[in-house]
């Protein structure tokens, strides 16, 4: 095992400036779901340069998942990875009245970065660029103390997180999300004992999150010229009662799906019927996304079961005939808040800043669903805004750096231990 070393001697060794720098220049990197491959190149520029072996996963054509790992000395001590993502929900160079009603903080020209008093602005600097750096800058911390850990520590920056996928006309890359690259991580030799996953969790720690369902909810008419259209039932007349229905059956469905406290969200995403340029007939289909979270310990087909039976009264009452189409499933995660990594992260929180972590369940997905699935135990806590601020394309410095130091001691802590004592925790 690896000496002991004085756990201030190894936070001294974070160092802020080359953090914010790495976290810069990544965020500098335009790279929306579907164009990672210049950030993945960056990324992995920065990792070879801490001495770690890289090999780039060529998940599609120009799209790599970044995989880095730092041997340690003995093939019997666990290993932790590090798992963040490298595609952003938006665009740097979107639409600027795109980008203004997401936040107030972006450029719309290159360099899309900058930095302010203790403040990181850009795209992707708070999901999740920021954390990217913060893991290569606790490999460098632990270096640069001298301490040689027993275990491996693994970096995995994928492709294709962003919760968006392909569905209809909307096809490629770009809608490729949703875990697509960690998926491909751990079926081709991504994988480790434990994992964090640096998602903005505001420093907070997320054992579980929920799973999601995106349903299409579809109705066929008959496409007939206006001047005879008096009598033809109009789909998207009835599409509005479909989500009169849905509304109608949200509230019993969060009252039932509640989990630990918090009511799955519902969200009706998007709805499309007919052709603007053609409003002289009647629609011939009609067309409704919708979004539905559901907790751990339940399964995509009885949620999809939830669906069907709140738009049966429509069938047997109004003779509307929803076709309903789950076209994304996405599960759940749940670790216990008494397993190893949870435990390692409380008790180096509790170390940088001297009271305990804040424990919370959150709506939102992450790939720790894909990583447990594969046996691989993994929870969410990175940085994010100041207190009170956890505004999109803002970073608090002081939190990435706190965040970072997090992150050494809970490395050293893992890979100084055997897989055993990490696997049989409690």
Excluded at 14 to 32: C, M
Excluded at 410 to 422: L, N
Aim: glycine fraction near 8%; charge should be negative.
């Amino acid at each position: 095992m690896p000496e002991r070393i004085d756990p201030e001697s190894l936070l001294r060794s974070v160092d802020k400036e080359k953090l914010v720098q790495d976290a810069l220049d990544l965020v500098n990197v335009d790279s929306p779901t579907g164009k990672e491959e210049e950030v993945g190149e960056l990324y992995a520029s920065k990792l070879r340069s801490l001495g770690m072996k890289v090999v780039m996963q060529e998940v599609e054509p120009h799209r790599y998942n970044v995989l880095a790992t730092l041997r340690g000395k003995n093939p019997e001590a666990a290993s932790l990875m590090f798992n963040g993502h490298l595609d952003t929900s938006f665009a740097a160079s979107e639409d600027p009245e795109i980008l203004k009603a997401i936040s107030p903080v972006y450029r719309f020209e290159p360099p899309w970065g900058y930095v302010k008093d203790d403040w990181l602005y850009g795209m992707g600097a708070f999901n999740m660029k920021s954390a990217l750096a913060a893991y290569a800058a606790a490999v460098r911390a632990i270096q640069e103390s001298g301490n040689e850990l027993d275990g491996d520590i693994v970096i995995a920056g994928v492709v294709g997180e962003i919760e968006k996928t392909q569905v209809d006309r909307f096809r490629g890359g770009e809608f490729r999300g949703y875990g697509f690259g960690t998926a491909y991580l751990v079926a081709h030799g991504g994988t480790a004992d434990v994992a964090i996953l640096g998602e903005p969790t505001g420093l907070r720690l997320m054992c579980s999150h929920s799973g999601s369902c995106w349903f299409k909810i579809s109705l066929k008419g008959s496409l007939v010229h206006t001047g005879h259209s008096q009598n033809v039932p109009n789909v998207i007349y009835q599409m509005t009662r479909v989500i009169d229905s849905l509304e109608h059956w949200i509230p019993d469905y969060q009252e039932r799906y509640k989990y630990k406290g918090q009511k799955p969200t519902v969200n009706v995403g998007a709805i499309e019927g007919g052709w603007p340029w053609r409003a002289s007939r009647t629609p011939a289909f009609c067309n409704l996304y919708i979004d539905v979270r559901y907790p751990p310990r339940f399964r995509a087909v009885e949620i999809k079961e939830e669906v069907y039976r709140a738009l049966e009264p429509l069938r047997s009452s109004q003779g509307i005939e929803p076709e309903i189409e789950a076209y994304l499933t996405d599960e759940w995660s749940e670790v216990s808040e008494t397993e190893f990594i949870p435990s390692a992260i409380k008790k180096a929180h509790e170390q940088v800043f001297g009271r305990p972590v804040e424990i919370v369940y959150f709506s939102w997905s992450s790939d720790a669903n894909i990583l447990t699935r594969h046996g691989i135990s993994a929870v969410n806590y990175g940085p994010s805004g100041g207190p009170g601020k956890e505004t999109r394309g803002t970073m608090y410095i002081p939190n990435l750096l706190n965040c970072a130091k997090v992150y050494t001691l809970v490395a050293h802590d893992v890979c100084s231990k055997t897989r055993q004592e990490v696997r049989s925790y409690t």
